[in-house]
């Protein structure tokens, strides 16, 4: 099975930073990694696919890169609205797998 | 556009089973995955496995074999997830989502399961 290990646990940072969560997969799986967003109370929403498709609505402060085992997603200009929590999912093969999550704090 | 309604939230006894239902309206229903994850109070999102409705293959993660039946009725567009021998492990918010790719898109509403004596 893949694991999914997301780095930092969790982060402060204050309205207007950049923020960058790497993603890694204990294998290869070429550009197979979703993120997404939770919002405390609420089901998760994708954000991007495939590594760097941004969802159709998704603000473009949001981006992702990477390929194979090491993955990012950055956020340009941190918003109020974008203090959640972050996860990876690999979809390259079966079981499908999330990485732990990266919860975003104000500082 | 596809919406996912689920069922209420449920309490149980250990050892007891649960059924969740996620109702799908706005597209057809047969032509995609539905998916279960489960996230426990202060944890993080778990696969559970998928039910394809055409044909009405189940795929489920190892951990829960033996334990999970997932199904699909196509005439009402509705999704079912089936869990026996509930232990308190078990008390989770259960979320059943859309996935194209492999992809999560479209999630419900989530429902809580909680699993106490």
């Known amino acids: 099975d893949i694991q999914m290990t997301q780095s930092p646990s969790s982060l402060s940072a204050s309205v207007g930073d950049r923020v960058t969560i790497t993603c890694r997969a204990s294998q290869n799986i070429a550009t197979y990694l979703n993120w997404y967003q939770q919002i405390p109370g609420k089901a998760p929403k994708l954000l991007i696919s495939v590594a760097s498709s941004l969802q159709s609505g998704v603000p473009s402060r949001f981006s992702g890169s990477g390929s194979g085992t090491d993955f990012t997603l950055t956020i340009s200009s941190l918003q109020p609205e974008d203090f959640a929590t972050y996860y990876c999912q690999q979809s390259y093969s079966m079981p499908l797998a999330f990485g732990q999550g990266t919860k975003v704090e104000i500082k | 556009q596809v919406q996912l309604l689920q069922s209420g939230a449920e309490v149980k006894k250990p050892g007891s089973s649960v059924k969740v239902s996620c109702q799908a309206s706005?597209?057809?229903?047969?032509?995609?995955?539905i998916n279960w994850v489960r996230q426990a109070p202060g944890q993080g999102l778990e696969w559970m496995g998928r039910i394809i409705p055409t044909p009405g293959i189940g795929h489920y993660a190892q951990q829960f074999q033996g334990r999970v039946t997932m199904t699909a009725d196509k005439a009402t567009s509705t999704a079912y997830m089936d869990l026996i021998n509930l232990r308190s492990e078990d008390t989770a918010v259960y979320y059943c989502?859309?996935?194209?790719?492999?992809?999560?898109?479209?999630w419900g509403q989530g429902t809580m399961v909680a699993v106490s004596s």
């Open positions: 989502a859309r996935s194209r790719s492999d992809a999560f898109d479209v």
């Open positions: 706005g597209d057809t229903f047969s032509r995609y995955t």
